[in-house]
């Protein structure tokens, strides 16, 4: 089986979950998602819900909204695929949780994971940075994080794709 390391971004709806689905359907291995989401309102399960349904029964969902380069780094074989959805989520989570110094060293043991990673990986983002500049401080460190943590997981790809 050829290896495949892809980040996948692109703006929110593009289709980069089905995208990250796809290139992994094909593959004969164990198949894990690792869903990054928390269901906090209706229109947030109503997403969750719907991107379950769109696996097959060959998928393992481990929900995990913080610890995932852990993850990555449990589920480490080469007979494994894994589908980290998603890294906006992720940085999110984080927002409140961990100062710039802490982020960095998350990001970087993050991209540390996806580049020691044995098996196949695709990791699906949101590109948030080809807009205007967002007027307040919290959605620009959102902003600037997430175009941060894109950089260092894509320097750990072997592609890039943007929907």
């Given at each position: 089986?050829?290896?495949i390391?892809?980040?996948i971004?692109?703006?929110?709806?593009?289709?980069?979950?089905?995208y990250?689905?796809e290139?992994?359907?094909?593959?004969?291995?164990?198949?894990?998602?690792?869903?990054?989401?928390?269901?906090?309102?209706?229109?947030?399960?109503?997403?969750?819900?719907?991107?379950?349904?769109?696996r097959?029964?060959?998928?393992?969902?481990?929900?995990?909204?913080?610890?995932?380069a852990?993850?990555?780094n449990?589920?480490?074989?080469?007979?494994n695929?894994?589908?980290?959805?998603?890294?906006?989520?992720?940085t999110?989570?984080?927002?409140?949780k961990?100062?710039e110094?802490?982020?960095?060293?998350l990001?970087?043991?993050?991209?540390?994971?996806?580049?020691?990673f044995?098996?196949?990986?695709?990791?699906?983002t949101?590109?948030?940075?080809?807009g205007?500049?967002?007027?307040?401080?919290?959605?620009?460190?959102?902003?600037?994080?997430l175009g941060?943590?894109?950089?260092?997981?894509?320097?750990?790809?072997?592609?890039v794709?943007?929907m």
């Open positions: 089986m050829s290896v390391k892809t980040l971004t692109g703006g929110a709806k593009s289709g980069k979950s089905a990250a689905l290139l992994a359907g094909g593959l004969s291995c164990r198949k894990f998602y690792v869903a990054t989401a928390r269901a906090l309102d209706d229109e947030m399960k109503g997403c969750i819900e719907k991107h379950k349904k769109e097959t029964r060959d998928w393992t969902t481990i929900e995990e909204p913080l610890e995932i852990r993850v990555i449990d589920l480490d074989d080469p007979a695929m894994v589908i980290v959805d998603c890294l906006n989520l992720w999110s989570n984080l927002l409140d961990a100062d110094k802490r982020f960095e060293k990001a970087d043991e993050l991209a540390a994971s996806f580049a020691g044995s098996g196949s990986i695709i990791g699906v949101n590109e948030v940075g080809l205007i500049v967002p007027a307040d401080s919290q959605t620009r460190l959102f902003r600037n994080r941060k943590l894109n950089q260092v997981v894509a320097a750990n790809c072997k592609s794709a943007l």
